[in-house]
């Protein structure tokens, strides 16, 4: 099967010779071709370039881009998608003055969501999660990352995971899994913090593995949460099992768990809100990706990771939505890019080499997606009749995109 999209306007975030990812000022360069065609083969990319060079074969379908852009399908590296109900009590809660601290210290938070997420059957569960995964492909995500973390329970850890791996079986889209094991301390263990994380070092780590369930193990690795010390009892087991770190860190304070994820070779670092300077320095020369999740800092009204200090000292950083029940309810991508725009001071270049190719990296799939290059997923992104790629982030909370085409085909 193949299909030539030709007269495309701009072609976007073009590699020809592929990159892991990219860091500090190189993050301000976004490769384009102009009046460009794009053959996509058995759901690969297989050639491009601009349209005096364009190949006179037959297709079997062919698509005229006319005024309009291309780029690789958001790569979105930090999800929650898989929950059970909402908590829209605890949004209205906020507006009245309580913090997101108030309302976890009053059951509320990541223990509500474990509650509903506890009763709930798998099939409900599948059913709920599949319409999130539907829209935000629709919205352009071509590669996702899905998180546990609402069970807190061996079994219900499972169960998310299990829906998961369902997922995975029945979209054509790249899922990445992660069994976020310490989110936050079940009240069965509320006096008993060692013992919890025994059951996930004992029970629950070795059965994930043991079963195919997660690539990754994540911590919430927080003042109120776990320490230091517990995430990397975690981290350890986790890697004892061939689970690789990537943890959530530095949201509401900075406690040195960057350093642990450094010292577990964390293949991401996300929310970074708050950042000392040393924060940054120790992430100079690793391979770790810092991750930073706008929609969270606006949904919560917290300080925005400080991604000029990072790119500006030379570091990579890719963006992710967070989509969650309690922090961050959406999962638009493209409300991601604005947001890092216009609040955190990305210029274009600099937000869609974070949502693309560094996004590809923080889940390791950066040889199979996020950039233009032959041999990659055909999975992309056409947009509607626009000036620039600039004016997507600019049209902030508009949808500019008319088709997403995962492996080469319209998801609709
Ligand atoms: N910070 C920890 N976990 C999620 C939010 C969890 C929740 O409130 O349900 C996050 O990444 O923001
Ligand atoms: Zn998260």
Same mark, same amino acid.
């Given at each position: 099967?193949?299909?030539?999209?030709?007269?495309?306007?701009?072609?976007?975030?073009?590699?020809?010779?592929?990159?892991?990812?990219?860091?500090?000022?190189?993050?301000?360069?976004?490769?384009?071709?102009?009046?460009?065609?794009?053959?996509?083969?058995?759901?690969?990319?297989?050639?491009?370039?601009?349209?005096?060079?364009?190949?006179?074969?037959?297709? !079997?379908?062919?698509?005229?881009?006319?005024?309009?852009?291309?780029?690789?399908?958001?790569?979105?590296?930090?999800?929650?998608?898989?929950?059970?109900?909402?908590? +829209?009590?605890?949004?209205?809660?906020?507006?009245?003055?309580?913090?997101?601290?108030?309302?976890?210290?009053?059951?509320?938070?990541?223990?509500?969501?474990?509650?509903?997420?506890?009763?709930?059957?798998?099939?409900?569960?599948?059913?709920?999660?599949?319409?999130?995964?539907?829209?935000?492909?629709?919205?352009?995500?071509?590669?996702?990352?899905?998180?546990?973390?609402?069970?807190?329970?061996? !079994?219900?850890?499972?169960?998310?995971?299990?829906?998961?791996?369902?997922?995975? +079986?029945?979209?054509?889209?790249?899922?990445?899994?992660?069994?976020?094991?310490?989110?936050?301390?079940?009240?069965?263990?509320?006096?008993?913090?060692?013992?919890?994380?025994?059951?996930?070092?004992?029970?629950?780590?070795?059965?994930?593995?043991?079963?195919?369930?997660?690539?990754?193990?994540?911590?919430?690795?927080?003042?109120?949460?776990?320490?230091?010390?517990?995430?990397?009892?975690?981290?350890?087991?986790?890697?004892?099992?061939?689970?690789?770190?990537?943890?959530?860190?530095?949201?509401?304070?900075?406690?040195?768990?960057?350093?642990?994820?450094?010292?577990?070779?964390?293949?991401?670092?996300?929310?970074?809100?708050?950042?000392?300077?040393?924060?940054?320095?120790?992430?100079?020369?690793?391979?770790?990706?810092?991750?930073?999740?706008?929609?969270?800092?606006?949904?919560?009204?917290?300080?925005?990771?400080?991604?000029?200090?990072?790119?500006?000292?030379?570091?990579?950083?890719?963006?992710?939505?967070?989509?969650?029940?309690?922090?961050?309810?959406?999962?638009?991508?493209?409300?991601?890019?604005?947001?890092?725009?216009?609040?955190?001071?990305?210029?274009?270049?600099?937000?869609?080499?974070?949502?693309?190719?560094?996004?590809?990296?923080?889940?390791?799939?950066?040889?199979?997606?996020?950039?233009?290059?032959?041999?990659?997923?055909?999975?992309?992104?056409?947009?509607?009749?626009?000036?620039?790629?600039?004016?997507?982030?600019?049209?902030?909370?508009?949808?500019?995109?008319?088709?997403?085409?995962?492996?080469?085909?319209?998801?609709?």
């Amino acid at each position: 099967m193949t299909t030539l999209f030709k007269n495309i306007k701009e072609l976007v975030q073009v590699r020809n010779t592929p990159v892991s990812y990219v860091s500090g000022s190189e993050m301000k360069t976004l490769p384009t071709i102009k009046n460009a065609f794009l053959i996509v083969k058995d759901g690969l990319i297989s050639d491009f370039g601009t349209m005096n060079n364009c190949p006179t074969l037959k297709f !079997d379908n062919t698509i005229d881009a006319s005024g309009k852009l291309i780029l690789p399908a958001w790569c979105d590296s930090h999800t929650h998608i898989v929950y059970a109900g909402n908590r +829209e009590g605890e949004f209205v809660d906020r507006i009245h003055g309580l913090s997101y601290e108030d309302i976890a210290k009053n059951g509320g938070g990541i223990l509500n969501s474990a509650k509903k997420l506890q009763k709930i059957s798998e099939e409900n569960l599948y059913k709920q999660s599949k319409v999130r995964l539907e829209e935000v492909i629709k919205l352009g995500t071509g590669a996702i990352e899905i998180k546990s973390g609402y069970g807190l329970t061996v !079994d219900a850890e499972l169960k998310m995971l299990r829906v998961i791996k369902r997922l995975k +079986e029945s979209y054509p889209v790249k899922i990445k899994s992660t069994l976020l094991a310490a989110h936050a301390l079940p009240n069965a263990y509320k006096n008993n913090k060692i013992g919890f994380l025994q059951l996930l070092i004992d029970e629950l780590i070795p059965k994930t593995a043991k079963e195919n369930l997660a690539e990754f193990i994540d911590v919430f690795c927080e003042t109120g949460y776990f320490s230091v010390e517990d995430t990397e009892l975690i981290l350890k087991a986790g890697k004892a099992h061939g689970l690789l770190p990537k943890i959530h860190v530095n949201q509401f304070t900075a406690i040195d768990g960057i350093q642990a994820g450094l010292k577990y070779n964390a293949l991401s670092v996300d929310h970074l809100e708050e950042m000392r300077k040393e924060d940054i320095m120790d992430l100079k020369n690793t391979a770790t990706m810092p991750v930073a999740l706008p929609s969270c800092s606006y949904f919560l009204s917290i300080p925005y990771t400080p991604a000029r200090k990072i790119i500006d000292a030379g570091l990579p950083l890719a963006l992710a939505s967070d989509y969650n029940p309690g922090s961050t309810p959406s999962g638009n991508m493209n409300f991601v890019i604005s947001t890092a725009c216009i609040k955190m001071k990305m210029t274009p270049e600099e937000a869609i080499n974070a949502a693309t190719i560094n996004g590809a990296y923080a889940m390791g799939l950066e040889k199979e997606v996020g950039s233009i290059s032959i041999g990659k997923k055909a999975n992309l992104i056409l947009t509607k009749k626009i000036s620039s790629y600039a004016f997507i982030p600019y049209s902030f909370g508009n949808n500019q995109i008319e088709t997403v085409f995962i492996n080469g085909n319209p998801f609709n």
